[in-house]
Nanobody, 120 residues
């Protein structure tokens, strides 16, 4: 059974930084693509914002966060990170960790989410 547990959310002022962590269990890090998505207030869907391949070097970002957010992984700790800098009020959302077990198709597992609130 795969479990993803996020942490690191909270409230900061605009311009500040936060680092989210996602600890995984039950998957094989060497073949799993990992990602972060967020659900903005009032929206029902989760929008992918960053992903990282098993090699740890291939990353992709949504235009809304590119240049401000950095995804990374430490497979020795079964952990994926999302470093968020230059935060804006519009980044306020619930952030979810996600796993694609074999880097094929869509997301296989989601975490429970962590709230990030940015005040102006």
């Amino acid at each position: 059974q795969v479990h993803l547990v996020e942490s690191g959310g909270g409230s900061v002022q605009a311009g500040g930084s936060l680092r989210l962590s996602c600890i995984s269990s039950g998957l094989v890090p060497s073949v799993a693509c990992m990602a972060w998505a967020r659900q903005l207030p009032g929206q029902e869907h989760r929008e992918p914002i960053a992903s990282i391949n098993p090699d740890g070097r291939t990353t992709n970002y949504d235009w809304s966060v590119k240049g401000r957010f950095t995804i990374s992984r430490d497979d020795s700790k079964n952990t994926v990170y999302l470093q968020m800098d230059s935060l804006k009020p519009e980044d306020t959302a619930v952030y979810y960790c996600a796993a694609n077990l074999n880097c094929r198709g869509g997301i296989d597992y989601w975490g429970q989410g962590t709230q990030v609130t940015i005040s102006s």
